[in-house]
């Protein structure tokens, strides 16, 4: 990767490492924390749908084996949440390996369908086994400790949030700017083809599939140990709709758009929360959540009419041509 190609990183991580001093709000720096975090997740989506061109609605799934697995390791052998985030990738990983073996070889709405129950049979798992806790879940999952403390200020989970994702924003985009990177597109566009030209597509697809199982689990790890309490529920199949929305509508064929989706749908979602009772007395909706859906759908059916590249690589391709 060129230092060209690094200044944007470097930009975004200066301007977005200004945030804890420009506001102490712990709701705010929350706020962020979970769009770093599920913008690691999406990213590894978008690497696997976006690049590959491979559906699949069981990011979540993976999600929620890298958190129990952390929060395993850390409460119940009393290891550091630093082993607990390797065993949460490795996890993720290994499970994705042996989950891709098999479902790969399906395609298409069938690959989205299997896709989806494999994120069904792990919640469904995780509330029979006695060490998550069943469907009551897992308590007290300790924080990352750095140089002995806890980081348990707001802002220092946020920096170490804000580092790990822009090293995976690196790791993509060395990944989609390399020879793998090109078959995954070779792929995207015809898989045919891409075998025509040498590409294995097979072992293409599992290898973007493990890689996107482990960013999942890597951000399952920190949702864990930031929120301190994860329960079968929390990453139930509409987690995985969501991240897909947030891909897509960021661009699902671009690292900088899955984070910018992220970004964009998280900040929306919470700002929908945020409305005041009066909206009620406005428009009569059964819940805010609903009222969070029906936006989400129309923004979503709005982006795929009016710019089906996604937000960013819209913009992208009207500024160059203008």
């Given amino acids: 990767m060129r230092f060209r190609s690094f200044i944007p990183v470097l930009v975004v991580g200066f301007v977005l490492a200004l945030v804890p001093s420009l506001s102490e709000s712990k709701q705010l720096l929350g706020t962020f924390i979970f769009a770093g975090v599920y913008a690691i997740a999406v990213i590894g989506l978008a690497l696997f749908s976006g690049y590959a061109g491979q559906p699949s609605m069981g990011q979540a799934g993976f999600c ?16 550091s949440p630093w082993v607990g985030l390797l065993a949460a990738g490795a996890m993720s990983g290994l499970v994705g390996w042996l989950i891709g073996s098999l479902i790969l070889r399906l395609s298409g709405h069938y690959l989205a369908i299997g896709t989806l129950g494999f994120g069904i049979i792990v919640a469904a798992l995780l509330k029979q086994w006695e060490w998550t806790g069943l469907s009551s879940g897992m308590r007290n999952v300790p924080r990352f400790e750095f140089f002995g403390d806890a980081l348990k200020s707001e802002a220092g989970y946020y920096y170490l949030v804000l580092v790990i994702l822009l090293l995976v924003i690196v790791l993509a985009l060395n990944l989609v700017r390399s020879r793998p990177g090109r078959a995954l597109r070779a792929l995207h566009e015809s898989e045919i083809g891409a075998e025509m030209l040498g590409v294995d597509t097979a072992t293409a697809k599992l290898r973007v599939f493990v890689l996107s199982a482990v960013l999942g689990g890597i951000a399952g790890s920190l949702y864990a140990h930031y929120v301190g309490s994860i329960t079968p529920d929390t990453f139930e199949f509409t987690i995985s709709v969501e991240m897909l929305v947030m891909a897509v509508i960021g661009g699902v064929s671009s690292v900088w758009g899955a984070a910018l989706g992220t970004a964009f749908i998280w900040g929306l979602s919470q700002a929908i929360k945020a409305l005041p009772d009066v909206l009620n007395s406005i428009v009569k909706i059964p819940s805010i959540t609903q009222f969070e859906l029906m936006i989400f759908g129309t923004i979503l059916i709005l982006v795929m009419i009016f710019m089906p590249e996604g937000l960013l690589p819209t913009f992208t391709r009207r500024k160059r041509s203008g």
Wanted: charged share 5%.
């Fill in 64 to 79: 929620a084996i890298g958190a129990y697995a952390s929060a395993i390791v850390a409460t119940k052998f009393n290891l």
